[in-house]
């Protein structure tokens, strides 16, 4: 690849510390010298989110959290924050969490302190999505960004390991995605990289020991630099089929990512062979495939996106959506036919080597 390239870098304070989560947030809102906190966390991570929270004024606590961020769930948070005058945004959860205060900021500017518990990234990056009438838009605005991000590792511990190989493939994904993005460069590739060495690192461990500190701190590090790398690159052909896979089809966010990777990555990789190889040797393996489906092995990863709920009524609808959304600089030109075949491949968990020589 050529070293002419333009690459912007997203200014955020990150700090991470296994069990330090309580006093980073206190000393960060003295530090922005909020006085009026709104704390958005779901039902299940409110417990976590009380103790996360414990030596800060909380003016408005907030739990109305729904996958893929509906807009009417976003109004309602908006107004919620605006007649309460807050001047802080808090997000203690995954995902979902950390969207919503996204749609807050969208509109309000008012700034953001992620704390995640999963590792979906979403935190690292200035995208936002909003799902409307079976239909999820995203887009970038650098409001949304939050300015702080609270990495504990200890906070991941509750996470079951299926809900962590869910997650931690999704980052996977980012750094994937980033190999080929739309605005790809060296910088978002080598961090794209190694968020794969960590994460194939910390996932195992994980596995084999769900309270291994060492191996969800190797994931939230691996996530970091998965949606950092994301956030550069842009969103590729990946994260552009799952958007559509999750707002019209409403399939979970995580295991779609985790179901679909090995089938992009077969799709991409022979009209990608430097991309490949960067992959290739993150992972340790021969080729890129070989290293991600050894790993996807190991974590018994998802495998059919017919495990959740998707079904081939779906695959030429999905197909219809997603090839315009496909950047026209994928390494592989996207056809409805090359794309219903990646569809139906990936919904009964067929063998992803079939993409290599489609």
């Given at each position: 690849m050529s070293l002419t390239?333009?690459?912007?870098?997203?200014?955020?304070?990150?700090?991470?510390?296994?069990?330090?989560?309580?006093?980073?947030?206190?000393?960060?809102?003295?530090?922005?010298?909020?006085?009026?906190v709104m704390v958005i966390a779901s039902d299940f991570e409110t417990p976590m989110a009380r103790t996360v929270a414990a030596d800060i004024d909380v003016a408005l606590w907030h739990?109305?959290?729904?996958?893929?961020?509906?807009?009417?769930?976003?109004?309602?948070?908006r107004a919620a924050a605006a007649e309460h005058g807050i001047d802080l945004l808090v997000c203690v959860g995954g995902g979902s969490t950390t969207g919503l205060a996204k749609a807050i900021a969208m509109t309000s500017r008012l700034p953001i302190i992620a704390v995640p518990t999963t590792y979906a990234g979403s935190e690292a990056t200035n995208v936002w999505g909003l799902t409307e009438a079976a239909?999820?838009?995203?887009?970038?605005?650098?409001?949304?960004?939050?300015?702080?991000?609270?990495?504990?590792?200890?906070?991941?511990?509750?996470?079951?390991?299926?809900?962590?190989?869910?997650?931690?493939?999704?980052?996977?994904?980012?750094?994937?995605?980033?190999?080929?993005?739309?605005?790809?460069?060296?910088?978002?590739?080598?961090?794209?990289?190694?968020?794969?060495?960590?994460?194939?690192?910390?996932?195992?461990?994980?596995?084999?020991?769900?309270?291994?500190?060492?191996?969800?701190?190797?994931?939230?590090?691996?996530?970091?630099?998965?949606a950092v790398a994301f956030a550069s690159a842009g969103s590729g052909i990946h994260h552009k089929i799952c958007h559509v896979l999750g707002g019209t089809f409403n399939l979970p966010h995580a295991q779609t990512h985790a179901t679909v990777l090995p089938y992009v990555l077969a799709f991409n990789a022979p009209a990608a062979p430097d991309a490949e190889a960067r992959i290739a040797a993150a992972f340790g393996t021969a080729d890129a495939l070989t290293g991600l489906q050894d790993l996807r092995k190991r974590l018994?990863?998802?495998?059919?996106?017919?495990?959740?709920?998707?079904?081939?009524?779906?695959?030429?609808?999905?197909?219809?959506?997603?090839?315009?959304?496909?950047?026209a600089s994928n390494p592989r030109p996207a056809t409805t036919q090359n794309l219903t075949r990646l569809l139906e491949a990936a919904l009964t968990g067929e063998d992803p080597r079939v993409l290599l020589d489609l």
């Amino acid at each position: 690849m050529s070293l002419t390239f333009d690459h912007v870098t997203l200014g955020q304070r990150v700090l991470f510390g296994t069990g330090n989560a309580a006093a980073n947030l206190a000393a960060e809102v003295t530090r922005l010298g909020a006085n009026r906190v709104m704390v958005i966390a779901s039902d299940f991570e409110t417990p976590m989110a009380r103790t996360v929270a414990a030596d800060i004024d909380v003016a408005l606590w907030h739990h109305d959290v729904v996958m893929h961020v509906p807009i009417g769930v976003a109004e309602k948070a908006r107004a919620a924050a605006a007649e309460h005058g807050i001047d802080l945004l808090v997000c203690v959860g995954g995902g979902s969490t950390t969207g919503l205060a996204k749609a807050i900021a969208m509109t309000s500017r008012l700034p953001i302190i992620a704390v995640p518990t999963t590792y979906a990234g979403s935190e690292a990056t200035n995208v936002w999505g909003l799902t409307e009438a079976a239909r999820k838009t995203t887009g970038v605005d650098d409001a949304v960004l939050p300015v702080t991000v609270i990495y504990d590792a200890a906070l991941t511990l509750s996470l079951p390991v299926d809900m962590s190989v869910a997650s931690g493939l999704n980052g996977m994904a980012h750094c994937i995605d980033s190999m080929w993005g739309p605005r790809v460069d060296p910088i978002n590739q080598a961090l794209g990289a190694e968020g794969i060495r960590a994460l194939s690192q910390g996932l195992p461990l994980i596995t084999e020991d769900p309270s291994s500190v060492e191996g969800r701190e190797q994931a939230l590090y691996g996530a970091y630099l998965s949606a950092v790398a994301f956030a550069s690159a842009g969103s590729g052909i990946h994260h552009k089929i799952c958007h559509v896979l999750g707002g019209t089809f409403n399939l979970p966010h995580a295991q779609t990512h985790a179901t679909v990777l090995p089938y992009v990555l077969a799709f991409n990789a022979p009209a990608a062979p430097d991309a490949e190889a960067r992959i290739a040797a993150a992972f340790g393996t021969a080729d890129a495939l070989t290293g991600l489906q050894d790993l996807r092995k190991r974590l018994d990863a998802p495998k059919a996106l017919k495990v959740y709920g998707f079904t081939a009524d779906g695959i030429a609808k999905a197909a219809e959506i997603i090839l315009p959304a496909v950047p026209a600089s994928n390494p592989r030109p996207a056809t409805t036919q090359n794309l219903t075949r990646l569809l139906e491949a990936a919904l009964t968990g067929e063998d992803p080597r079939v993409l290599l020589d489609l």
